[in-house]
């Protein structure tokens, strides 16, 4: 007999319904998508054909219920193959990434669905539906209509090809980066480990280990690659470390990404001129806080040319320290890090070895969730329970009404996963028919070792993404597509980063960053000077940044993109911005995964900082309470989390701080003000 699929069984057998990852494997997913895809059609179908009159529950919750089983696939699926990887689920992925898309484009284009949801839309002010049910159908309707449903058949045959396309190009992008990231490492040995810290060079032998290698490796990881280029007295193997880094995806062959980027950036633009708009950016922004592009240009604007401002000062601040070591000629890229180090070990008396020790992985986590604990009634306890990876580390959610979901942490870099760090969910909250608690993960990069010590800002990062975790484990919505994290683009960052502010607390730094050998807290000397040099490098941090941003916006709103060569555009772009030569931009096109590894980003990278005005601004909330863990203020974040797509997030956002944000605070933490 054969053994059944474990994609399509019930999880009944493990904790809390998990995945039951230790009998999943790379052959099953093929056959459970084709069986899910078949059973989504028959629910499609059987709505489409429904003959009674198109109503709420038989058309838009009929919607909802449909296609269960394909998204309990694609959530495993999508989730494993980012965070495990590996070549099977690689071609796994390459072959259903386009059968996916054209999957969702023919229940999108449906004729026979569309006009039951149009017809509900025109009567909508007829239906007596509450909020949440209102919302649901117009984003709804619009979802549709954004999908090509109103077009006529050539230009809906043309769309579901462009998807189909987009599909194959965007998992061609994020492997090509994936595997430049796994061939490339720079070995190392004893004499070439000039001002490397412990903790630095204990990384490096855990990588060069998982490569069977001798000695010491450094390589692209994130959480390898910055640290190197801060400390290592070698200024060639800087160079050559920076140039590996910033060259991901650009090499000449079956991984080159430079070909792709035109091809996926007139697929988008032909998209959005089919639906009536001019530009890719201005179809994106049109169902976004920001609405325009003109909106977003003037936020870019308006920290920009400060930006550059701040970082000439603090490049003239490390050429002047770079010339007393007698360094001669222009700071280059693979130089920055490592003289701003030097600058701000002489100006704040602040060292990266001396506060690394202070920040264990462990330790940290638990601030997070403690930070949970205390501003929403969080508990986290961690259980036994079936793995994707021994890495992982599972954690039942639960506050004083009981069982909220399940929370997994991934912490560390491995050579076949996704390098940069994010959230995502296994399963999502809903309560349509009956309650379904979330499983949500949090992957990050942080390179492993004994113990595993994490920088300031790894430490930020960390609660970026538990922000995010909570926003999908507090839901508390009735409809799956409004689920916790299912919102817009620029309003999505909001919950996360707001969350970093509780890391910074001195309160947080007292309790939870001690020091790894001897358990003693951070002193509170070293505390004033870390938080004393937070708007150190800003000018640096907010140039990297925002000329990633504005690149976004330039590909996605040229007029004819399908011409560009991507490595002349990028020059030209530059230099026409003033982009200042020792900053390299934070992310090139040709590794710029948030853009062209799938389009959630796409003419869409100023979230952040559209995020950032929101998240400055709403910590002033708790600033003016004068208690960072006021209950009052933490209830209405509470509802902020909770509420999902259920409200327009501006006025989600004014529920919580009482009114329209301002940028006055993010010009404020990023000190830009002249």
Same mark, same amino acid.
């Given at each position: 007999?054969?053994?059944?699929?474990?994609?399509?069984?019930?999880?009944?057998?493990?904790?809390?319904?998990?995945?039951?990852?230790?009998?999943?494997?790379?052959?099953?997913?093929?056959?459970?998508?084709?069986?899910?895809?078949?059973?989504?059609?028959?629910?499609?179908?059987?709505?489409?054909?429904?003959?009674?009159?198109?109503?709420?529950?038989?058309?838009?919750?009929?919607?909802?219920?449909?296609?269960?089983?394909?998204?309990?696939?694609?959530?495993?699926?999508?989730?494993?193959?980012?965070?495990?990887?590996?070549?099977?689920?690689?071609?796994?992925?390459?072959?259903?990434?386009?059968?996916?898309?054209?999957?969702?484009?023919?229940?999108?284009?449906?004729?026979?669905?569309?006009?039951?949801?149009?017809?509900?839309?025109?009567?909508?002010?007829?239906?007596?539906?509450?909020?949440?049910?209102?919302?649901?159908?117009?984003?709804?309707?619009?979802?549709?209509?954004?999908?090509?449903?109103?077009?006529?058949?050539?230009?809906?045959?043309?769309?579901?090809?462009?998807?189909?396309?987009?599909?194959?190009?965007?998992?061609?992008?994020?492997?090509?980066?994936?595997?430049?990231?796994?061939?490339?490492?720079?070995?190392?040995?004893?004499?070439?480990?000039?001002?490397?810290?412990?903790?630095?060079?204990?990384?490096?032998?855990?990588?060069?280990?998982?490569?069977?290698?001798?000695?010491?490796?450094?390589?692209?990881?994130?959480?390898?690659?910055?640290?190197?280029?801060?400390?290592?007295?070698?200024?060639?193997?800087?160079?050559?470390?920076?140039?590996?880094?910033?060259?991901?995806?650009?090499?000449?062959?079956?991984?080159?990404?430079?070909?792709?980027?035109?091809?996926?950036?007139?697929?988008?633009?032909?998209?959005?001129?089919?639906?009536?708009?001019?530009?890719?950016? %201005?179809? #994106?922004? @049109? &169902?976004?806080?920001? !609405?325009?592009?003109? +909106?977003?240009?003037?936020?870019? /604007?308006?920290?920009?040319?400060?930006?550059?401002?701040?970082?000439?000062?603090?490049?003239?601040?490390?050429?002047?320290?770079?010339?007393?070591?007698?360094?001669?000629?222009?700071?280059?890229?693979?130089?920055?890090?490592?003289?701003?180090?030097?600058?701000?070990?002489?100006?704040?008396?602040?060292?990266?070895?001396?506060?690394?020790?202070?920040?264990?992985?462990?330790?940290?986590?638990?601030?997070?969730?403690?930070?949970?604990?205390?501003?929403?009634?969080?508990?986290?306890?961690?259980?036994?329970?079936?793995?994707?990876?021994?890495?992982?580390?599972?954690? %039942?959610? #639960?506050? @004083? &009404?009981?069982?909220? !979901?399940?929370?997994? +942490?991934?912490?560390?870099?491995? /050579?076949?996963?996704?390098?940069?760090?994010?959230?995502?969910?296994?399963?999502?909250?809903?309560?349509?028919?009956?309650?379904?608690?979330?499983?949500?993960?949090?992957?990050?990069?942080?390179?492993?070792?004994?113990?595993?010590?994490?920088?300031?800002?790894?430490?930020?990062?960390?609660?970026?993404?538990?922000?995010?975790?909570?926003?999908?484990?507090?839901?508390?919505?009735?409809?799956?597509?409004?689920?916790?994290?299912?919102?817009?683009?620029?309003?999505?960052?909001?919950?996360?980063?707001?969350?970093?502010?509780?890391?910074?607390?001195?309160?947080?730094?007292?309790?939870?960053?001690?020091?790894?050998?001897? !358990?003693?807290?951070?002193?509170?000397?070293?505390?004033?000077?870390?938080?004393?040099?937070?708007?150190?490098?800003?000018?640096?941090?907010?140039?990297?940044?925002?000329?990633?941003?504005?690149?976004?916006?330039?590909?996605?709103?040229?007029?004819?993109?399908?011409?560009?060569?991507?490595?002349?555009?990028?020059?030209?772009?530059?230099?026409?911005?003033?982009?200042?030569?020792?900053?390299?931009?934070?992310?090139?096109?040709?590794?710029?995964?948030?853009?062209?590894?799938?389009?959630?980003?796409?003419?869409?990278?100023?979230?952040?900082?559209?995020?950032?005005?929101?998240?400055?601004?709403?910590?002033?909330?708790?600033?003016?309470?004068?208690?960072?863990?006021?209950?009052?203020?933490?209830?209405?974040?509470?509802?902020?989390?909770?509420?999902?797509?259920?409200?327009?997030?501006?006025?989600?956002?004014?529920?919580?701080?009482?009114?329209?944000?301002?940028?006055?605070?993010?010009?404020?933490?990023?000190?830009?003000?002249?």
């Amino acid at each position: 007999m054969t053994e059944p699929n474990p994609l399509l069984t019930p999880w009944d057998d493990t904790p809390f319904g998990l995945p039951p990852f230790d009998r999943i494997r790379p052959e099953h997913f093929v056959p459970a998508f084709e069986a899910a895809m078949a059973e989504h059609l028959e629910e499609i179908a059987a709505i489409g054909a429904d003959p009674a009159e198109p109503g709420f529950t038989n058309t838009i919750e009929a919607l909802e219920r449909s296609g269960r089983a394909l998204a309990r696939v694609g959530n495993v699926f999508g989730n494993l193959v980012v965070s495990l990887g590996g070549e099977a689920l690689e071609t796994v992925d390459t072959e259903m990434s386009p059968r996916l898309a054209e999957h969702g484009m023919r229940v999108s284009l449906d004729p026979a669905i569309f006009a039951r949801v149009d017809a509900l839309y025109r009567q909508r002010t007829l239906l007596g539906l509450e909020e949440d049910g209102m919302r649901l159908l117009e984003r709804t309707h619009l979802g549709f209509i954004r999908s090509g449903a109103a077009l006529d058949e050539a230009a809906k045959a043309r769309m579901t090809e462009i998807s189909s396309r987009l599909a194959t190009l965007h998992t061609e992008f994020g492997q090509n980066v994936v595997y430049d990231e796994k061939v490339w490492h720079l070995a190392l040995g004893e004499a070439d480990l000039d001002g490397l810290p412990a903790f630095l060079r204990d990384g490096m032998a855990s990588a060069a280990a998982e490569r069977n290698l001798p000695g010491y490796a450094v390589t692209l990881s994130r959480s390898l690659i910055e640290p190197f280029l801060t400390f290592s007295a070698r200024r060639d193997l800087r160079e050559a470390a920076y140039r590996a880094w910033v060259a991901r995806g650009t090499h000449a062959g079956e991984h080159d990404n430079r070909p792709l980027i035109p091809e996926i950036l007139a697929l988008r633009a032909e998209r959005a001129k089919l639906l009536g708009y001019t530009t890719f950016a %201005e179809f #994106r922004l @049109a &169902d976004s806080m920001a !609405g325009t592009v003109e +909106a977003v240009q003037g936020l870019l /604007a308006e920290v920009w040319e400060p930006a550059k401002r701040k970082a000439a000062k603090e490049r003239d601040r490390l050429l002047a320290v770079a010339r007393k070591e007698d360094f001669e000629g222009d700071l280059a890229a693979w130089d920055w890090r490592y003289y701003a180090e030097k600058v701000r070990q002489a100006d704040y008396e602040l060292n990266e070895a001396e506060l690394k020790p202070y920040f264990l992985l462990g330790n940290i986590q638990q601030a997070a969730f403690d930070t949970a604990g205390r501003l929403f009634g969080l508990s986290f306890t961690e259980v036994e329970a079936p793995s994707y990876h021994p890495d992982v580390r599972t954690y %039942e959610v #639960r506050d @004083a &009404d009981g069982h909220v !979901g399940v929370f997994l +942490a991934d912490p560390y870099a491995r /050579a076949d996963k996704r390098s940069g760090a994010w959230m995502s969910s296994y399963r999502d909250q809903e309560n349509l028919d009956a309650p379904v608690s979330p499983v949500i993960v949090n992957n990050n990069n942080f390179a492993k070792s004994e113990p595993t010590l994490l920088s300031f800002d790894d430490a930020e990062t960390l609660f970026h993404e538990f922000g995010h975790a909570l926003h999908g484990l507090l839901s508390k919505v009735r409809y799956p597509a409004q689920s916790g994290t299912s919102v817009r683009r620029d309003f999505v960052e909001l919950p996360s980063q707001i969350y970093e502010h509780w890391m910074a607390l001195p309160e947080t730094l007292r309790l939870y960053a001690r020091h790894h050998e001897t !358990g003693a807290p951070i002193p509170d000397a070293l505390i004033s000077r870390l938080l004393a040099a937070r708007g150190f490098n800003q000018g640096f941090a907010t140039v990297e940044y925002t000329s990633s941003a504005l690149i976004d916006m330039a590909l996605h709103s040229h007029p004819a993109p399908e011409t560009i060569d991507i490595e002349s555009f990028e020059r030209e772009f530059l230099g026409s911005i003033g982009m200042p030569a020792e900053i390299g931009i934070r992310h090139r096109p040709a590794h710029f995964q948030h853009l062209f590894a799938g389009g959630g980003y796409a003419a869409s990278y100023y979230a952040y900082m559209w995020a950032e005005v929101l998240d400055a601004d709403g910590f002033d909330a708790f600033t003016e309470a004068q208690n960072p863990f006021d209950p009052a203020t933490a209830a209405r974040l509470r509802r902020l989390y909770s509420a999902g797509d259920t409200r327009d997030p501006m006025a989600l956002y004014v529920e919580f701080r009482g009114r329209a944000p301002s940028t006055a605070a993010l010009l404020r933490t990023r000190e830009l003000v002249d």
